[in-house]
């Protein structure tokens, strides 16, 4: 599963793969129940994953520079009902967070969206090709 096809929903739980759009919402698939549903965007707003960012003391950074750190942090999640293990495990995890802009219901949501996605997604962002176009070469007469 690629990261970027990766999406929260306004209204609902957990994370959701982007199957297909169309102009009246997106058919998604849930990555916690393998729900597979329409969801209309008339009542829901989508949020691709790649395009969160985190405040930070300097400039904000990416979700995913977040999520690989708590990927490569070998300390145990907290528990999400202990806002004080939450703070704490992100001072370690993650010290140039602003913790006075990120609330602890957004480190909570952090802690439970990398538990739905650490074993189901590769944290990277697709690379943008490094082929050039192919330029056609026009006969001379």
Known sequence: MEYNKIVAVTGLAGLFELVSSKTDGAIVHSLEDNTTKFVSSRVHNFSHLESIEVYTLNENVNLLDVFKAMRDNKATLPDTKNNNSIK???????????????????????????EILKDKVEFKLPQASDEEPVKEET???
Do not use: C, G, H, L
């Not at 993650?94 to 609330?103: A, G, L, Q």
């Open 88 to 114: 704490k495990y992100f001072q370690t995890v993650f010290p140039n967070m602003d913790f006075e802009r990120v609330y602890a219901s957004d480190m909570k949501k952090m802690v439970k969206w990398f």
């Open 139 to 141: 006969a001379e007469k």
